[in-house]
């Protein structure tokens, strides 16, 4: 029964020990100035979902803030299914970080310094479409938002504002042009048209909402990918949110306004359940794989 506990590990540059035992400088530029990128990956049943798609996009945000990688995607892929495997992770995320590295404190790049690569897993359990009530605050962050860097003040101060205004998420707001949550993209629905702002300086590219952007034209949804303002958002049909961790959340509630009937609309739970079996068949078809690359 022992072996069955599930340990969280945490691997830094090739090195793993435990996440409590994990340490990096204090001159690593991403803890000094917020130098680097992340992504969270989720795991279920003991697989990573979506990993290509997720290190992809950790690419682009490496290219975009001009830090190389030391390591392929192919290699991370390894050491995240053998981090998973070693901490024994069922259901929970995985978190990757590329700063640009350990060097005495100044603004410039520093010359020939080495990335830091962390890795770590979590164990974590998560309510599938769950109700969440939002509000609008302004977009006071930069524009280069498809890049998902850890310099997360503006949203962590949004974040801040949800808590204490009783709800579950903030939602960026640049004029009356709704852009994304504070740690989410969103999307309303009108008839069964899904319109969800387009990628681009302030909305990520997000890999959930990617994915439910083809479900949602196989389930016969005409799809919009264009701005909406947050009055149409009041009166929208239905609204939801995409995450990595919430997969689709209905809106319930938006600046005190109620969404639709109140209750979670049918598109949104059409889109909930096709996502599931995406995620299961994705999962089952990995295991396969692997049941037949052992037995080769």
């Given amino acids: 029964m022992l072996n069955r ?11 793993v020990c435990p996440l409590s035992q994990a ?3 204090v001159e690593d530029r991403g803890f000094v100035f917020a130098d680097g990128v992340y992504e969270v990956i989720r795991v279920y049943q003991g697989r990573g979902f979506a990993v290509k798609p997720h290190l992809q996009r950790l690419v682009r945000s490496c290219e975009g803030v001009e830090i190389s990688c030391p390591y ?13 495997m070693q901490s024994r992770l069922q259901e929970g995320i995985v978190y990757v970080q590329v700063t640009r590295g350990v060097a005495p404190r100044g603004h410039a790049f520093p010359k020939d310094v080495t990335p830091t690569v962390m890795v770590y897993t979590r164990s974590m359990l998560f309510t599938r479409l769950a109700s969440q009530r939002v509000i609008s605050v302004t977009d006071d962050r930069w524009d280069r938002c498809w890049i998902k860097s850890i310099a997360l003040l ?9 808590v204490r205004a009783g709800v579950d998420e903030a939602v960026f707001v640049d004029g009356d042009h709704v852009q994304e949550g504070a740690t989410s993209n969103v999307a309303i629905v009108r008839g069964q048209t899904l319109i969800t702002p ?5 909305v990520l590219p997000g890999v959930t909402r990617q994915i439910l952007l083809e479900l949602a034209e196989e389930q016969g949804m005409d799809v919009l990918e264009q701005t909406f303002t947050v009055q149409e958002a009041y009166a929208a049909d239905e609204a939801f949110l995409a995450s990595t961790t919430r997969e689709v959340a209905w809106i319930s509630e938006w600046d005190g306004h109620q969404i639709g009937s109140g209750r979670c609309g049918k598109w949104t739970q059409r889109l909930s359940q096709a996502f599931e079996h995406y995620r299961d068949q994705s999962v089952s078809d990995f295991n396969d794989s692997s049941s037949s690359s052992r037995s080769a």
């Fill in 198 to 202: 387009p990628v681009g300086e302030k």
């Fill in 23 to 25: 340490r990096i400088s």
């Fill in 154 to 162: 503006p949203n962590v101060l949004a974040k801040q504002k949800a």
């Fill in 5 to 15: 506990i599930m340990e969280e590990l945490c691997w830094i540059n090739g090195s």
């Fill in 72 to 84: 392929s995607n192919q290699f991370i892929e390894k050491v995240i299914g053998d981090l998973v």
